[in-house]
């Protein structure tokens, strides 16, 4: 029974990863969808929102949605797997922030470099959390 536990939970890690990354997803779009029904009609444009504070919510989700899935992408997995937790961490932050360097570099689109720069240090903070953690290795 206790391998069978084992197994599952290790299934578990990659499904929680793509979890973690889908609703973070999904809760930015509902925040924006939300930001554009508050944008009164005269304000659109071509169908976009032309108010200052748009840019800014939508910004601002942006972030929130990075840090958010970042740490959700490095702590939740790491706590799901039965062992080698630490590594886990580490795999999942690495694979976070070599996705977006990697579209930064295909891209060269230079918006996507703040998004990195909230992801990074809020990746480190939930290794730096995951490691000190008493966990067996």
């Known amino acids: 029974m206790q391998a069978l536990v084992t197994v599952i939970r290790w299934l578990l890690v990659p499904v929680a990863a793509v979890a973690v990354t889908a609703a973070g997803m999904?809760?930015?779009?509902?925040?924006?969808a939300i930001a554009d029904r508050r944008c009164p009609m005269e304000s659109m444009v071509g169908g976009s929102c032309v108010e200052p504070w748009h840019t800014s919510v939508v910004?601002?989700?942006?972030?929130?949605?990075?840090?958010?899935c970042m740490a959700g992408l490095v702590i939740l997995p790491a706590l799901i797997a039965p062992q080698l937790q630490r590594t886990v961490a580490v795999l999942l932050f690495l694979a976070a922030?070599?996705?977006i360097a990697a579209a930064f570099v295909l891209t060269g689109w230079p918006d996507l470099l703040r998004p990195l720069l909230?992801?990074?240090?809020?990746?480190?903070?939930?290794l730096w959390w995951i490691w000190s953690r008493r966990v067996a290795q």
């Open 97 to 99: 922030v070599g996705c």
């Open 118 to 126: 909230v992801a990074v240090p809020v990746g480190a903070l939930a």
């Open 59 to 68: 910004e601002t989700t942006i972030y929130v949605a990075a840090a958010v």
């Open 26 to 32: 999904l809760g930015a779009r509902a925040a924006v």
